[in-house]
């Protein structure tokens, strides 16, 4: 059979060659079920939805940060009551089968969510269908036991949740995805456990027969079914060059990311966990580049205490070894809420700020704990700079009551088109500024960051703010950093360093791969690639100069997957 080339959105880089694996994803025999049979089938039913839940809190249990707070999110979901009571009725009233019922109730709460035209939530309604998928599946024991066949598989289906990523994660090569998106969560959770995988594919891959072969780009979005002998022979020799990489990267965690004409970029890490820390020091993090605080708290039943944030930083801290920790406060809202805060208009520091006694709990221990260790105040979702200056005067009155004279230095996100274009008057009030690419991307391009689409971040426009925002800092003597997604990706990681970044934020998993990429790299001729890309008019046109620019031993292709 001739080769098939689809093309998709790239949502976790790496290669991958393997066979297809159709993973059932209805589980609906449509059959009605008598009266006398109904309470044993609502029995069977609200037993799945607890055993989901069980399941997806284990293997919360084994992921780290963001990842295992997403997927404990989804135990949640499954025991929330207004979706257990939508299922008993469509078994008590309406006669549905077990597994028809579960299916029925996550859809038209997905769909409910989805109505609500908020793109913060379209990650959530995806989630909710995946809780559905599984404990549909749970249901009945010969699909609950189903497995991936043995060897390396590639998962084909139109969606997956992040705990069926976190699941199957042992056994997948890649994933290939009709739906989902690159910041979707089953993405953030493949990129975390180093998972090519490619979404957005067009609906013809679902015809795709199980166990044909498959090559998968994540890094180009792209897709070959059938591919021929010599595709499949250069794609085997490439993943082994990965792997052979990474464990180079590993063993070379102690040299220092260094261009090759001299130039320093600080690589550290985005955690939320001890664990994460851990991994990502093996990997020659140089600190902590963004501690996710919010992400402890999010299932919390009110504001946390000064108590409870001590205790969530002191064991990640303590692993420091005198390393620095930019640690940004509560970054509540939009797909963020805890229940106690339920749908709020307001995120980030504008929500803290209406909250001034809960905010002065964080910065209290923040204090607390910087008595023992260097750490950066970061200030989430910035708006201006009297913003920064109201959170200073709330930050010195805690120092003042716990005695503390040398303050923490505040850092300032950028993740807005109106805080990027006010970034000099910002980094006049600050000592650092952190770009978070993820939402400075959707807000400028007006795009939904959970699905897939048009919105990377080396589309000119993104490009611009961060250029003007890399002048503004500085122009003010301060350092800037990239903190979301684009610090790890491959394309962009040239133009970052040509713009002028000084720090890169990464996750644990890429740490690694991205200090060896900036010591292949060549400063000065990053930015003259750089500073050519802000006159052009699309993200085509900046990728196709990236790639003419890499040498064959940097292409994004070739680049390090770090547990491929």
């Known amino acids: 059979m001739a080769e098939q080339h689809l093309h998709g959105t790239p949502a976790s880089p790496g290669v991958a060659l393997g066979l297809v694996w159709l993973r059932p994803e209805r589980i609906d025999d449509g059959r009605h079920v008598a009266p006398a049979e109904r309470e044993a089938q609502r029995q069977v039913a609200l037993g799945a939805l607890s055993a989901a839940a069980e399941a997806l ?164 979005g792209s897709v070959i079914v059938d591919p021929s002998s010599a595709v499949s022979a250069a794609t085997a020799t490439e993943v082994q060059r ?109 929500l803290l700020l209406a909250h001034p006694d809960a905010l002065l709990s964080q910065l209290r221990a923040i204090l607390q704990s910087a008595r023992d260790h260097e750490l950066v105040l970061l200030l989430p979702m910035v708006d201006s700079p009297s913003q920064i ?10 120092a003042g009551e716990l005695g503390i004279v040398s303050l923490p230095r505040i850092g300032s996100m950028v993740e807005t088109p109106a805080a990027a274009a006010d970034a000099r008057a910002i980094a006049a009030e600050c000592d650092l500024l952190s770009i978070g690419t993820n939402d400075l991307t ?13 919105g990377v971040a080396h589309d000119p426009r993104v490009l611009r703010l961060i250029a003007s925002s890399v002048e503004a800092a500085h122009g003010a003597g301060i350092p800037i950093e990239v903190c979301g997604e684009a610090a790890s990706d491959p394309r962009m990681l040239p133009l970052l360093v040509g713009l002028g970044i000084d720090e890169l934020s990464v996750g644990a998993a890429q740490v690694g791969a991205v200090r060896a990429r900036i010591r292949a790299l060549d400063a000065a001729d990053a930015g003259r690639l750089a500073r050519s890309t802000l006159a052009m008019e699309a993200a085509e046109q900046v990728e196709a100069a990236v790639l003419r620019h890499q040498r064959p031993s940097e292409s994004t292709r070739g680049a390090v997957q770090v547990g491929l």
């Open 442 to 454: 959707a807000s400028t391009l007006g795009v939904n960051r959970f699905t897939s689409g048009d």
């Open 242 to 350: 990965n792997r052979r990489a990474a464990k180079r990267a590993r063993a070379e965690h102690s040299r220092p990311a260094v261009t090759t004409d001299g130039r320093k970029i600080a690589v550290l890490a985005n955690v939320a966990s001890r664990a994460e820390l851990d991994a990502a020091l093996a990997e020659g993090a140089e600190g902590i580049g963004l501690l996710r605080t919010e992400l402890a708290f999010l299932d919390a039943p009110d504001w946390p205490s000064e108590q409870q944030h001590s205790d969530a930083l002191r064991p990640i801290l303590a692993g420091l070894g005198g390393r620095c920790a930019i640690v940004r406060v509560l970054d509540f809202g939009a797909d963020k809420s805890p229940p106690f805060l339920g749908r709020i208009p307001e995120r980030g520091l504008e």
């Open 57 to 220: 809190r284990e293997l919360a249990a084994g992921l780290d940060g963001e990842e295992a707070a997403i997927v404990e999110t989804g135990a949640m979901m499954a025991l929330d009551p207004a979706l257990t009571q939508s299922v008993a009725d469509a078994v008590t009233a309406d006669g549905l089968s077990a597994a028809a019922a579960i299916l029925r109730a996550t859809d038209g709460y997905a769909e409910t969510i989805a109505a609500l035209n908020d793109e913060t939530l379209a990650a959530r309604a995806d989630d909710v269908r995946s809780l559905g998928r599984r404990a549909a599946r749970l249901t009945s024991d010969d699909l609950a036991r189903e497995q991936p066949p043995g060897g390396e598989v590639i998962i084909v289906a139109h969606d997956l949740g992040p705990a069926d990523v976190a699941e199957l994660a042992g056994s997948l090569a890649g994933v290939a995805l009709v739906g989902g998106g690159a910041t979707g969560h089953a993405a953030i959770v493949a990129r975390s456990l180093g998972i090519p995988m490619v979404t957005g594919l067009a609906a013809e891959l679902l015809a795709v027969d199980s166990g044909a072969t498959v090559v998968l780009d994540g890094t180009a």
């Open 389 to 398: 200056v109201e959170t200073r005067g709330l930050l010195e009155s805690a």
